[in-house]
Nanobody, 120 residues
Framework: QVQLVESGGGLVQPGESLRLSCAPS????????MGWYRQPPGKGREFVAT???????DYAMYTKGRFTIPRDHAKNTVYLQMHNLTTEDTAVYYC??????????????WGQGTQVTVSS
């Protein structure tokens, strides 16, 4: 089995930037989709952004113009680059992936979550 390992969370001030990273814990897995969800305090988990192997990106409306989701296929790593953060972006951010050991596998994987806190 494989786990998704996130890093890069922390405490930042409003208006600052932050980059999250996510990579599988072992090699030998291929993901058609990689992306991010988040769970704000007291709320349910919500979609942030995803990126397919073919390069199609999908973003939640609230991220437009502020977040991007670069992906390093060689490292099997996805990033979430966040700019102009606000207090409403405070949440636990979860990495998400669809794939498996085989090219057409569609198993879903989740990371353990990384806390992002935006506060002055």
């Amino acid at each position: 089995q494989v786990q998704l390992v996130e890093s890069g969370g922390g405490l930042v001030q409003p208006g600052e930037s932050l980059r999250l990273s996510c990579a599988p814990s072992r090699s030998g897995f291929s993901f058609n989709v990689m992306g991010w969800y988040r769970q704000p305090p007291g709320k349910g988990r919500e979609f942030v952004a995803t990126l397919t192997r073919g390069g199609t990106a999908d973003y939640a409306m609230y991220t437009k113009g502020r977040f991007t989701i670069p992906r390093d296929h060689a490292k099997n790593t996805v990033y979430l680059q966040m700019h102009n953060l606000t207090t409403e972006d405070t949440a636990v951010y979860y990495c998400y992936a669809v794939g498996g050991r085989r090219w057409l596998d569609e198993d879903e994987y989740w990371g353990q979550g990384t806390q992002v806190t935006v506060s002055s």
